[in-house]
């Protein structure tokens, strides 16, 4: 009985985890589609949040650059308002999912992570 509770309990463990990381952990994830649509919309605001040497090798058009170590200090004076639309990315997706955990801590309502500039499928600056 107490093995058959164990297994009960680490499938349905199992079943949430996997769930959670289908959906996107929580995040508000976004398509290139999706943001390429965006792109150039008056309200919205496409945030690298790579480092300089990374941004200058290539970045989406358009693209605000705040490296994640400044996202907490410097969110506010590079992106403005916190009524805009945030679309931020990295290079694979982990600096894009913390840097949005940031930016919706500081009160940015409309955050989305699109994750990794290598899932870009259009040119690159």
Known sequence: MTLFLVLLIGIGALFLVTRTIKSGGGRNLIKAEEV????????????????????????IKG??????PQVSVDAEKALGSKDRTIIVYCQSGSRS?????????KGYDSVYDFGGVFAWPYELE
């Open 36 to 59: 390429k649509a965006l792109m150039g919309k008056p309200n919205v605001v496409l945030v690298d949040v790579r480092s300089q040497a990374e941004y200058n090798s290539g970045h």
């Open 63 to 68: 693209a605000v650059l705040l490296p994640l």
């Open 97 to 105: 999912k913390l840097a949005a955990m940031l930016l919706k801590r």
